[in-house]
C-alpha cells in the first residue's frame, strides 16, 4: 500500500508531502488545485514515461519519492524479477528524478 508520496518541482507544486491511510483515499479540490499532478507523480514513479514539462518552471530537476509498506507477495516476486529489493518489514521506498534537460 502507498503511504507517503513526497513530490518536489512536479508542475506548480513546489514540495509536498501527502499520507495515505487504509481504506479510501479520496482526492477532491477544485480546478487547478493539482490533483492530476498527484496522479501524474504517482505514474511516474510506478515506471511511466513523463515529460520533461512536468518539471516546474524555473527547476532543473523534480523529484518523486514513494513509501510503500504492507507489500503483498505476489508483488515481491515481481519486483525481484527486476532486482528491486523489499525491505525485511515489507516496506519500499522509491525515488525517481526528472530533469529538464530530458535526460
Known amino acids: 500500500m502507498l503511504k507517503t508520496l513526497v513530490i518536489e ?17 479520496v482526492l477532491t479540490g477544485e480546478t487547478g488545485a493539482g490533483k492530476s499532478i498527484v496522479v501524474d507523480s504517482i505514474n511516474a514513479i510506478l515506471g511511466e ?3 520533461r514539462e512536468l518539471v516546474r518552471a524555473g527547476s532543473d ?7 510503500f509498506e504492507d507489500i503483498n507477495d505476489d508483488v515481491k516476486l515481481k519486483l525481484n524479477e527486476y532486482d528491486i529489493p523489499v525491505e525485511e518489514d515489507g516496506s519500499l521506498l ?3 528524478k526528472i530533469s529538464s534537460g530530458g535526460k
Not at 12 to 22: H, P, S
Not at 61 to 67: I, L, T
Open 9 to 25: 518541482n512536479i508542475a506548480v507544486i513546489k514540495k509536498a508531502q501527502i499520507e495515505f491511510t487504509g481504506g479510501l483515499n
Open 49 to 51: 514515461r513523463t515529460s
Open 61 to 67: 530537476n523534480a523529484f518523486v519519492n514513494a513509501y
Open 94 to 96: 522509491l525515488n525517481r
